[in-house]
């Protein structure tokens, strides 16, 4: 077998066995079938042609950087070792909870969300004067202890306890780490390219750490996969340590209050930032709208087959990876406002499109429709969220840059707080339509709110504070 695993006859199908052929093997005979059908309609043939071959190569350029190349690394590594604790956890949390696995999922992520909106500010608060390589190690160190301690968890509040010390290390490693990136590389261009491949990053672990879980889980049980998770973590740290790291400006001296709020008087200040702002919420509704309701949709709504859950978000992510790998030479001659601006107005039109899809009568012209408007959303996301942090990199200078992706990191995720609860519940109590509806109408508010505030005009950099105002 390519995987190497020998998997059993027919008649003695585990579970693991069917695990792996529901979650690998049918989602990738549907994608590739729907990918002959779309070929067929020249649809992927016509954006192949817009892609020239050397895309790829000219994205996977900054990897010549041997500091970045090394972080970029890591953070590879770290984000499979996440995707295999959150396969696991799923797992403990049905052998602990049984039935009621939902509801301890449930809680841990609106912990996670909890952690990420209120720990990011105050740790980057902290350890303002801390080397950041300290405090990447640190957070590493952190994440794999945890880890260690989570096989032996036997009751939900252990789970909510550790999940919290997890994702406050997570809170405290992402901003840092993203500080680092542009300081490695104070080129903007090679600083685009590495932000599409962070993109890539993250869209492709979504869509490999559960096949790699599932094939892992036909020869070992899910208590290992917390030893991908550990090795991950570990791995994560020992790169960061052998990285150098540019010489960290000096910060001066300000009172605890000024450096929290720091972040957010920087958002206030700039127009640029609070459209983003504004585009957050845009992200949020929309992404609320794949991620809570795409099962119910094929599903409940579609009536098709659970191998088409993972086939929708798979196409979702393509989306996502086709336009975070096509964007850095669009970047070199456009700015950013058209490009993110365009991505939030087309989001709120692909969640009309869904709730329309929605109430015709579920036929094969619906699904493909439906796989059409998953990948749009995919698309006009990466749109937005790609180039984010080159307006985070550019509205602050190096004493405030930590502050300032911290508020991003805890803000945007402060929008999920609001947008996946009212995903879930609208969904439940009113039907897919009306929950397409009223998350379009948030994100066609926050999307015009972000377009009236970002108007063309003076450069944004003579309204950035300056290092002297923050000090004072």
């Not at 996440?82 to 403990?92: C, F, R």
């Amino acid at each position: 077998m390519a995987l190497g695993l020998k998997i059993p006859a027919p008649g003695a199908r585990s579970w693991r066995t069917r695990l792996l052929t529901c979650v690998i093997w049918s989602p990738m005979h549907r994608i590739g079938r729907v990918a002959r059908e779309l070929r067929g309609k020249r649809i992927i043939t016509g954006f192949a042609r817009v892609q020239s071959p050397s895309l790829g190569s000219v994205v996977l350029s900054v990897l010549r950087n041997g500091s970045y190349a090394k972080l970029f690394s890591a953070q590879v590594i770290a984000l499979l070792g996440t995707g295999l604790l959150t396969v696991a956890l799923g797992l403990l949390a049905f052998d602990i909870a049984g039935g009621n696995a939902g509801i301890v999922l449930g809680t841990a992520l609106t912990i996670k969300m909890v952690a990420y909106v209120a720990v990011s500010p105050v740790v980057a608060a902290v350890t303002a004067h801390v080397p950041r390589k300290a405090v990447l190690i640190t957070a590493d160190l952190v994440r794999a202890a945890v880890a260690i301690g989570l096989p032996f968890v036997t009751d939900a509040w252990q789970i909510y306890i550790l999940i919290f010390l997890l994702q406050a290390a997570s809170a405290t490693f992402t901003p840092a780490f993203q500080v680092v990136i542009p300081e490695v590389l104070p080129d903007e261009r090679e600083y685009t390219r590495a932000l599409s491949l962070s993109r890539l990053a993250y869209d492709l672990e979504s869509l490999l750490s559960p096949m790699i879980a599932a094939a892992l889980l036909t020869v070992t049980t899910y208590n290992n996969l917390f030893v991908g998770t550990i090795i991950g973590f570990l791995a994560s740290t020992l790169l960061v340590s052998f990285t150098p790291f540019p010489k960290m400006a000096f910060v001066p001296p300000t009172r605890f209050i000024d450096r929290l709020t720091r972040g957010a008087r920087i958002f206030w200040l700039s127009r640029e930032l609070r459209a983003l702002l504004a585009m957050n919420l845009v992200v949020a509704a929309s992404t609320a709208m794949v991620i809570v309701n795409t099962v119910v949709l094929v599903q409940g709504v579609l009536a098709r087959p659970q191998v088409d859950v993972a086939v929708m978000l798979a196409v979702y992510g393509a989306g996502s990876m086709m336009v975070a790998l096509a964007l850095p030479p669009v970047l070199d001659k456009f700015a950013d406002r058209p490009v993110m601006i365009a991505g939030a107005l087309i989001l709120p039109v692909g969640l009309l499109a869904s709730g329309a899809l929605i109430n015709i009568q579920p036929s094969a012209a619906v699904w493909a429709g439906m796989l059409a408007v998953w990948a749009i959303l995919g698309m006009a996301i990466s749109m937005i969220l790609t180039p984010s942090a080159r307006l985070l990199r550019r509205n602050s200078v190096e004493v405030d840059r930590p502050a300032v992706f911290a508020a991003q990191f805890s803000l945007s995720h402060a929008c999920f707080i609001l947008t996946y609860p009212l995903a879930g519940a609208m969904g439940a109590a009113f039907g897919l339509p009306l929950t397409a509806l009223t998350l379009a109408a948030l994100g066609l508010v926050a999307a015009l709110l972000a377009w009236s505030t970002w108007r063309p005009g003076k450069p944004e950099n003579s309204q950035r504070p300056s290092e002297e105002s923050w000090s004072k």
